[in-house]
T-cell receptor, first 111, second 115 residues
């Protein structure tokens, strides 16, 4: 069964304290791994797509990496505005584009 | 561009009532999706469509129906509302099979409570 698991469920950081979020997956055929950011009361906002092991993507203080079994979202020197829920999703349908989502990691960055 | 627009933003229903959640996109995307998100859970796929006139079930389709008569619109119908359908519903779209690695773009959701 295709499955995506994120850890930790919640993370509290002080401003400037770097850390990583984990997304582990078990799928029959990986078509792509996506990271989204979700603010309260809003829909998920796209951050990154990763396709193959060893691939890395960066955007401001965020860096996403991918291995054969998991992905990490590294947050360097976070700011309070980075507080949000981060969702990981795996595409399992090449033509349908169907996604399997993890349950998310809620990040709180305190000033 | 407005992107993906969902209406209404909030709704309270009584058990047994029916309603339609509206979703429209102005990006000329072929693919559209409906998800539900329960507290502490990831998004679960309800139905999806690969183009006008074509729909298919996702992980949790029971109690819902969809139709796709135009590229822009993908309404979700609840026929007999049940408390288990209390959730936040998200609609998403993405370009077609020729760009199969493109991300999905989401609306801001409809918050539905069934009492």
């Amino acid at each position: 069964e295709d499955q995506v698991t994120q850890s930790p469920e919640a993370l509290r950081l002080q401003e400037g304290e770097s850390s990583s979020l984990n997304c582990s997956y078990t799928v029959s055929g990986l078509r792509g791994l996506f990271w989204y950011r979700q603010d309260p009361g809003k829909g998920p906002e796209f951050l990154f797509t990763l396709y193959s092991a060893g691939e890395e993507k960066e955007k401001e203080r965020l860096k996403a990496t991918l291995t054969k079994k998991e992905s990490f979202l590294h947050i360097t020197a976070p700011k309070p505005e980075d507080s949000a829920t981060y969702l990981c999703a795996v595409q399992v349908g090449l033509f349908s584009g169907k996604l399997i989502f993890g349950q998310g990691t809620t990040l709180q960055v305190k000033p | 561009n407005a992107g993906v627009t969902q209406t209404p933003k909030f709704r309270i229903l009584k058990i047994g009532q029916s309603m339609t959640l509206q979703c429209t996109q102005d990006m000329n995307h072929n693919y559209m999706y409906w998800y539900r998100q329960d507290p502490g859970m990831g998004l679960k796929l309800i139905y999806y469509s690969v183009g006008a006139g074509i729909t298919d079930k996702g992980e949790v389709p029971n109690g819902y129906n969809v139709s796709r008569s135009t590229t822009e619109d993908f309404p979700l119908r609840l026929e007999l509302a049940a408390p288990s359908q209390t959730s936040v519903y998200f609609c998403a779209s993405r370009p077609g099979a020729g760009a199969s690695n493109q991300p999905q773009h989401f609306g801001d959701g409809t918050r539905l409570s069934i009492l």
